[in-house]
């Protein structure tokens, strides 16, 4: 069974500190607006679908206090979705969740406060368990594509720890090791915040996947090696197009995988898919510190005046992705008229 991400408990919420991972396996109550904003800016919580359910669980925090009239409460509620959406502009799944709100606050019929504020709860507490299935649906649609003996690469995590529990890109991995298939996968470690090192090759040991892993630049050898099967990764925004958002990294995997032949694969949700986003470069890519670079995790590595840039995702364009996984089934080219037919 997956470690949960986030979750309540008498009407508290607590997530996973991803930050100290894989050294220590943490819970921290998050108590309010504040602190949700802090702890998504800061990665202690990431993962565009986990991203979504925290700035939900936000939105409760950030008016469960509250006391005032009903037009107070609404200035408060649009003040908190405002702040909320400030954390990190890439994974629209932030967005879509913030939305999801105030689509229930305006579609309710009252004006009560008290009761405003448990629609917000049990709509938060809803996207857990709507994220449990949706991982599942993904899995079970992706294990089609996995053959027994099969190796697979993936980057960053998209894992459990990115999602309420199971994952989008490991999903399928789950259900094939359920399912007792003999598979392994090559986790690229992902700099610089090692999201593939710290946090999916803890979540493979768990669960007892063989797993090896190789610092990013060693995906080009491995696959020119003839050791990759197939290649799944998650996303933080899919454009009308299928032209996909993901963390730092995943393009330079799509155009290896291409001069492989190594199939490549997204997995994610479909509220994942932006259609108001027409292609990719038109997706905000979220900009880091230099700090990340220059002294990652404290240690010194550069000179510390040297000039940085550190976007936190690229885009792989939809030309070099052979399926998007979703829970509605696999998505295959031509891309913009099948997501289309998707959401109609
Ligand atoms: O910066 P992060 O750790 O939030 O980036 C996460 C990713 O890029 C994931 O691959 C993506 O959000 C998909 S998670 C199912």
Redesign the pocket.
Known sequence: MPIPTIYTENRKVYIIDQTLLPIEKKYIEIKDKKEMWDAIKR?KI????A?GIAAAFGVWLGVRNFKGSFNEFMKRFEEVCSYLATSRPT?VNLFWAIDRMKNLISKSNTENVEELKELIFNEARNMIDEDNMVCRAIGENGVSLIKDGYSLITH???GGL??AMY???LAPIYIAKERGYNIHVWVDETRP?L?GARITAFELVEADIPATLITDNMAAFVMYQGRVNMAI????RIAANGDTA??IGTLGLAILAKEFGVPFYVA?PISTIDLKTKEGIDIPIEERGPDEIIKGFGKQTAPSNINVYNP??DVTPARYISGIITEKGIITPPYRENIQKLFS
């Open positions: 990665l990431r993962g565009a679908p991203i994974a960053c995590n998209a990115a999602t994952g989008t890109a915040l999201q990764v998650g996303a933080d993901n963390k994610a936190a995702f």
